[in-house]
DNA sequence: GGTTGACCTGGAGTGCACTCCAGCTCCTAC
DNA sequence: GTAGGAGCTGGAGTGCACTCCAGGTCAACC
């Protein structure tokens, strides 16, 4: 199956213009290219994207998933490296949740105390 | 207890020059000076940038920090409508944390692909 | 064969959130 | 009284990750 990149970017969740920019910048190998020069995804190239959509939405920096797909392209000789790499991020992305968890309690706190606050205020009308 | 910028900014964990920016943008009032003309900060200005820390933490924009901190300006009339705001901001913060969750599981089954990558590598050689 | 629409390229522009700088003032310590 | 250090201002610069644009190609449909 071959997707165009109107396709690819529907199903990456990625606008056009960034897939080309993924390209240009080294992210993603150039894919295939159709009779008329256009781009031609095949399914592998997808579920690269998608994966990078994923390091993407853990905030992983470009420069860092470029590292990444630079070891990738060489081979199974880098899979320890990359796994490194994977681990190290997986602990930053659970520091990540443990740091919006603790701010989602200032935020419950804020709430409550809001809806005290309220609570005074039609109080205060109705007495 | 009063804190110069320095101190200020070791607090909130903030650095002087994003002080110096908040100010100016609106998202802090303009804290008192001393003698010398230098910015004096409260205690309520510290817990107001230790709150608007917890804000950005989560990942809300500068212009809705800003907005919030107009209405707050504008006093108590306005509870009604900052609560709503947290409260919607809350809903994203879990939106959020579900998101990163769900990339987590991404990481762990690619982590563990490598690891069965490895342990095949580890074989073939020792066979 | 002309128009339409998707796609192409290289390069410029955007928005966000800072961060840095030059040139200045003020207070303190020697 | 001067040297040093913290702080001041307005404005320019930075890094990131896109996003947009002009001007062109190509295949298909009427």
Known sequence: MTYSIAQAAERSGLSIDTL?????????????????????Y??????????????RTTGMPIRMMREYAQLRHRGAATAGRRKQMLFEHRAAVRARIAELQSCLD????KITHYEQIEHTFVEGITA
């Open 20 to 40: 080309r920019y993924y390209e240009r910048i080294g992210l993603v190998d150039p894919p295939a290219r159709d009779s008329g020069g256009r781009r031609s």
């Open 42 to 55: 095949s399914d592998d190239d997808l579920g690269w994207l998608v994966f990078l959509t994923r390091l």
């Open 106 to 109: 200032v935020l419950d706190y």
